[in-house]
């Protein structure tokens, strides 16, 4: 397998990005029309966490770390490491000894389809995760790959310079493009979510804040006693 290290790619900026660091990772989504989203699997390793931040992308060899070394060099300030490889992979192919490379470097955290090991010590250096799986098996450095190109994570093709934004949730990917016409759709979300928060606090019903009890009535459901159900009336 060859492959290309890309340098310098297109990235979303900064300013964006830290727009985009103050919302949830459903919001994003949400504010995207329910897009982005990397597959449920892709779990956080700690708890309690966001980033945001502008994708390096890695594409390796299963069981070959080759690629990630390559990929430090190209890290910076605000990214985040993204990694995946040519066909699943489960082994610990990130570990302490990387992320002490690549916190030196600004980046915020990392995000990959295959696994990762050393996890208390990330946790405790402060270093976020979220991968695929958990594994101590370890990897060899044998395979040439790439870094900076498209790649694929659960079917969501994430570009370099892309923007990741994790947390307990999961993670969501917003194109480098779209990172300001996203952070103002979520900040309308989340102005609309207050009133509704507002309202709910006040008592209101969300049946009917958002007209549902004749969403209810168009559907066929209908409101019964005890009595009238238990006795078998039922439509």
Not at 92 to 111: K, S
Not at 161 to 179: K, Q, S, Y
């Amino acid at each position: 397998m060859s492959g290309v290290v890309v340098t310098n790619p297109p990235k979303a900026d900064a300013e964006d990005v830290e727009a985009l660091a103050a919302y949830g990772v459903a919001t994003v989504s949400e504010a995207m029309g329910r897009t982005g989203l990397l597959g449920p699997e892709i779990r956080p390793v700690q708890q309690g966490v966001r980033v945001a931040g502008t994708a390096v992308t890695v594409l390796s060899w299963p069981g070959d770390n080759l690629m990630i070394h390559a990929a430090v060099e190209q890290c910076g300030e605000g990214d985040v490491l993204v990694v995946t490889t040519t066909s699943p992979s489960t082994d610990g192919m990130f570990g302490e000894l990387f992320a002490t490379a690549l916190q030196r470097r600004g980046v915020r955290g990392l995000v990959t389809g295959a696994g990762i090991r050393d996890t208390q010590e990330l946790r405790e250096m402060g270093f976020a995760a979220w991968s695929r799986a958990v594994s101590a098996q370890g990897t060899v450095k044998a395979t040439g790959g790439s870094v900076n190109v498209p790649v694929a994570v659960d079917g969501r093709v994430i570009r370099p310079g892309d923007v990741i934004v994790a947390d307990d949730d999961g993670v969501v990917v917003v194109p480098r493009e779209d990172a300001r016409r996203v952070a103002d759709a979520c900040e309308a979300r989340e102005q609309k979510e207050a009133a509704t928060r507002a309202a709910f606090v006040e008592g209101q019903l969300g049946l009917d804040r958002y007209g549902l009890r004749e969403k209810l009535k168009q559907l066929g459901v209908t409101y019964q006693s005890y009595e009238e159900y238990a006795a078998g009336e039922r439509p």
